[in-house]
């Protein structure tokens, strides 16, 4: 998450006039899991982009309002059943985190349905800093996670069913499977952001602070995955989808990105999903949901521009699209080696344990901060990501020796000096307001253990969670091969540090909310839920119903009706780049419906090109020109009268030669609009600008 802005000095408390919503979920009672003896699955991807206007969250108050999108919002969905009454729903979303209100939603609308209950099933994100959130069980993260404060209860209830939606579709869906399990190390795509903490852990000893390239050296270079193979109407096994995870902040575009992205993963999940469906020719949409692991201290490895103090960086769409998409190049390698691994042979067991971690503090001798704090750090934010002129300021600054505390740092939070002040913060944020309810998760297929956690986890103190669970597989005489984290998932609780990188207090210490013991506690509860799991089997501990009182707000449009016409405001007319980090681009202009009927979550803008007399969709490399690829963008320019909008459309790095046209899909009666037809080129007087012609 990106950082909070210093209380004290640009605090937005929740007022007395706010509008607080008691929201319940009662917990449902899942209907039993046929045993079959025949292990089956099923995979979709579906749409949760918002209507314009939600703020995206991780780079908090600095974060923009979203205009509209370039590059879909998903939540893709991997029901896996193993034939002998056990299943789980792999659910990967390109939202900044989970959330623990939409799990217990989603879980109350599919558990009747299908069998699934609360353990079997996961939420992840892929931490994108420009997708909405404000869909927290806690007003803490509702308040700061991004620009506008307070649970939409709109886009709640928007992710929630559309979750659902996919998860019963998925699972009515399901063939004959096969799976795969696996891991491949990878480089060049992560770099340590707080290499200064991580050389403090005292099992690290080979990393030179001196050498440039320790950054990339300090990391998790692990990409897991499990792949699914059905059977097709033919009796042929042939892939449908791949679970998998990479350590890797989606910070890969700045600050003042205006449109909701699936950052560097669209091009990592879209370029395995296009390359699998064309090779194996599947009758099915390929489904890869790949969600981050442990990227607390994880940076995209895009060109170290250095540190920022005054100013933010430019957007540069080229470099995440160059670093998704060799992400994207590893990921088909690792799935087409896990081609000869895959059987039909599947055992899934799932738990699940919800602990109030205020209350529940203690676990073995290790015991956790009963109050939660922000420290000061948090409030310049992390590094290449900073909040400008807060940044400046030393007291603020992560790492910085005026940062820490140097005096009574015996107790649980440690050295961490208290954003505005130990004894006002609580005034200025209750802690009640905090998050505080974990759902502990493992989730074995096969020889894999997954571990959801709400936290933003180090690499070393993934490594340190990853073990206490494999050493309670290993207590039992049971191997497991692979046992991964993935972070950001079911809720959201800021960072966990180990605590000898908590004492550098960088952000991602300051951002540790329950201590410098949260690493050691996080570890030694999945160690336990592990070996409860290996004696039990399967584990749900959860509360009877969920009850919050939170404070709501809307950014949702205000439904109205549209009474005008579709027509065109502006002809496509070219764009030329002139920075190095802009793309040239083609842009057409219309009048719609409004955002409340604009349904961006349902296809609206493509490209088609004139081959042979005969108009068809058009395609570059394999890529869909179309608001589902990489280089379509579509934004709400301003409202109109009457219910109405002005929209704008740009393709990006548009073909020259040929000869287009915009096609605008229909909504809410309005028939389908076509822009004039055009062609693409370099102006003949200078060949460095780019230049428009149309055709009629």
């Known amino acids: 998450m990106r950082s909070l802005m210093i209380l004290v000095l640009a605090v937005t408390t929740l007022t007395a006039c706010a509008t607080v919503k008691d929201i319940t979920v009662i917990q449902p009672k899942p209907i039993a899991v046929d ?14 982009t918002p ?10 108050v600095m974060a923009n309002f979203g205009q509209g999108f370039r590059t879909r919002l998903k939540a893709r969905v991997i029901y896996i059943n193993d034939g002998q009454g056990h299943s789980t729903a792999l659910v990967q979303t390109d939202l900044t985190a989970g959330s623990l209100l939409v799990h217990h939603q989603v879980v109350a609308a599919v558990a009747e349905k299908t069998g699934l209950n609360a353990s079997d099933i996961v939420i992840t994100s892929s ?16 308040k700061h996670m991004s620009s506008g404060q307070g649970l939409e209860e709109e886009f709640l209830d928007f992710a929630s069913q559309r979750i659902a939606e996919g998860i019963l579709t998925a699972y009515k869906n399901r063939r004959p499977a096969k799976v795969a399990t696996g891991r491949k190390d990878i480089y060049g795509y992560n770099r340590n952001r707080s290499l200064d903490s991580y050389v403090l852990n005292n099992n690290v000893s080979d990393i030179d602070l001196e050498d440039p390239q320790a950054v990339f050296k300090a990391i998790n270079p692990a990409m897991y995955m499990i792949r699914v193979d059905v059977l097709d109407t033919l009796g042929q096994y042939k892939p449908l989808a791949a679970f998998s995870s990479f350590s890797v902040h989606a910070t890969a575009l700045s ?6 992205n699936a950052d560097l993963f669209a091009y990592a999940q879209k370029d395995l999903e296009w390359a699998i469906e064309r090779k194996y020719d599947t009758p099915w949409k390929v489904v890869h949901g790949l969600t981050t692991g442990t990227q607390g201290d994880m940076a995209p490895a895009v060109p170290d521009h250095g540190d920022n103090t005054f100013g933010h960086f430019e957007v540069n769409w080229k470099e995440a699209k160059k670093l998704g998409q060799g992400i994207g190049k590893e990921a088909i390698a690792l799935f087409e080696e896990l081609g000869s691994e895959l059987t039909s042979d599947i055992s899934i067991m799932t738990a699940a344990r919800e602990l109030n971690i205020r209350e529940h503090n203690k676990v073995g001798d290790i015991e956790l901060c009963q109050d939660p704090a922000i420290g000061a750090p948090v409030a310049a934010g992390a590094y290449e990501r900073r909040t400008p002129f807060l940044a400046a300021i030393p007291f603020l600054k992560g790492g910085n020796v005026m940062s820490r505390s140097w005096f009574f740092t015996e107790g649980c939070q440690g050295n961490k000096t208290h954003l505005g002040f130990k004894y006002l913060q609580p005034l200025l ?3 009640d307001s905090f998050p505080n309810t974990v759902l502990f998760q493992l989730i074995k297929i096969n020889d894999t253990v997954v571990m959801p956690l709400p936290f933003e986890i180090t690499t070393e103190s993934g490594r340190r969670m990853a073990a206490s669970v494999s050493q309670a597989y290993e207590q039992a005489g049971q191997d497991i091969k692979h046992a991964w984290i993935a972070g950001n998932a079911n809720g959201y609780f800021g960072y966990s540090t180990t605590p000898e990188e908590y004492e550098r207090q960088n952000y991602e210490g300051g951002h540790t909310l329950y201590g410098q013991y949260t690493t050691p506690y996080l570890s030694a509860q999945l160690g336990r839920l592990a070996t409860d799991m290996i004696q039990q089997g399967s584990i749900v501990e959860l509360a009877d119903e969920w009850s919050y009182d939170l404070v709501v707000n809307q950014f949702f ?12 405001l502006q002809l496509p007319e070219a764009y030329t780049a002139e920075a190095a980090n802009e793309e040239h681009y083609v842009s057409f202009e219309w009048l719609d419906v409004g955002a409340s009927e604009i349904q961006l979550h349902k296809p609206l803008a493509k490209v088609e090109v004139l081959v042979k007399g005969e108009w068809v969709d058009m395609s570059n490399a394999g890529e869909p020109i179309t608001d589902d690829g990489y280089d379509i963008e ?15 459309v740009r393709w990006y790095n548009p073909v020259a030669g040929g000869q287009y046209r915009f096609m605008i899909a229909p909504r809410q009666g309005q028939e389908q609009l076509r822009s004039p037809i055009f062609t693409f080129g370099t102006d003949k007087e200078d060949t460095a600008e780019m230049a428009v012609l149309l055709v009629e």
Do not use: C, W
């Open 35 to 48: 045993i079959t003896g025949i292990a089956t699955a099923g995979a979709i991807s579906v749409d949760i």
């Open 255 to 260: 600050v003042p990105v205006e449109v909701y």
């Open 51 to 60: 209507p314009p206007g939600m703020p995206m969250g991780g780079y908090s």
């Open 429 to 431: 944020e209750p802690k």
């Open 127 to 142: 931490h994108s800093h420009s997708a909405p959130v404000n869909h927290f069980e806690n007003d803490f993260y509702n």
């Open 634 to 648: 579509v934004r709400l320019l301003d409202e109109e009268s009457k219910g109405m909008g002005e929209y704008q």
């Open 557 to 568: 449009p205000s439904a109205e009706s549209s009474q005008g016409k579709r027509k065109i």
